[in-house]
């Protein structure tokens, strides 16, 4: 592996690839209690339309297995275990323990788990058989993926063939003023709103500078086409902001 390839982008700032997947750990455990009440002050509760929409487009179906990768506190996946029914199975992966701790209890908590499995799990690297997935969503999860690519491959491979993924993620705004206004409250609001409620402004600083690292709209549509997926599309959200893309494996 050449000096480049080791590198990898964490923020603004250049890091040893293999040091990356430790800081970003580092930041979910420290957001991790209370990522839910962020997650509702930062985006003023727009981020559960995002999360609708994304269960709207995905065609789930009674019945059907779905993995909710990265997913975090569970939001989607609650939603997914009432569609599938007792006869489906949702598997909620994460890579952080925090996190998937937090999110287990809250959907434990809703009186939901008989369908619902959770796995700690590296998306690059998914511990799951070959064609098995019906849907697969990762939400606000691959921007901090260290090696897009792979984990991109690594999904197509455990999707069953017909089966879609889709990935909610911050994108770019696709007007100016919008794009201005973003930057403002990215870096100005998001660390001070970080530091008065979790006493945490560096990890709201990283999740603002994690944004403009990650590919744009047509880039990232144009790596999930290289590792196989096929009729992909993206919708804009909130003029950009957020992005779904949607791509199928045949």
Known sequence: MSEQQKATHFGYKTVDAEQKEQMVASVFHSVAA?????NDLM?????????????????????????????????????FSRIVGESGQVVL????????????????NKGLG?????????????????NYFDVITI???LRNVTNKDRALASMFRVLKPG???????FSKPQHEVMSKLYDFYSFNILPKMGSLVVSDSDSYQYLAESIRMHPDQDTLKAMMEEVGFEQTEYFNLTDGIVALHRGFKF
């Open 163 to 169: 089966g879609r993924l889709l990935v909610l993620e």
């Open 34 to 38: 209370k990522y839910d009440v962020m």
């Open 114 to 130: 008989n369908n619902i499995a959770y796995v700690q799990a590296n998306a690059e690297h998914l511990p799951f058989p070959d």
């Open 93 to 108: 992966a994460d890579i952080n323990d925090s996190m998937l701790k937090v999110g287990r209890d809250k959907l434990r």
């Open 139 to 141: 939400a606000f999860g």
């Open 43 to 79: 985006s003023f509760g727009i981020h559960r339309l995002w999360k609708r929409f994304t269960i709207d487009c995905s065609g789930v179906r009674k019945g059907q297995k779905v993995l909710d990768l990265a997913g975090g506190t569970g939001d989607l996946t609650a939603k």
